[in-house]
């Protein structure tokens, strides 16, 4: 069994489409075990919050109907 701490070690990381390439809004995602997805910020890529497929894809919906404006 792959723990957290080895799956972030091991990610294939990419960056979002919605990142610019001026060092701005750079934020990186990773698919891991377990249909999980991991999120950070590529500036300081040390913390990552992890979420399930399901959550992931909740809070994309949220963004979209401008819940969080």
């Known amino acids: 069994m792959t723990s957290t ?5 091991n990610a294939d990381w990419f960056k979002s489409s919605y990142s610019d390439g001026h060092g701005g809004n750079c934020v990186e995602g990773a698919h891991l075990p377990g249909r999980t997805i991991a ?7 040390g ?6 497929g399901g959550a992931w894809s909740t809070f994309v919906h949220a963004l979209a109907e401008g819940e969080f404006s």
Do not use: Y
């Not at 701490?5 to 070690?9: E, K, P, S």
């Not at 999120?39 to 890529?45: A, E, I, L, Q």
């Open 5 to 9: 701490a080895d799956a972030l070690i």
């Open 39 to 45: 999120v950070r910020d590529s500036k300081n890529p």
């Open 47 to 52: 913390p990552a919050f992890i979420l399930t």
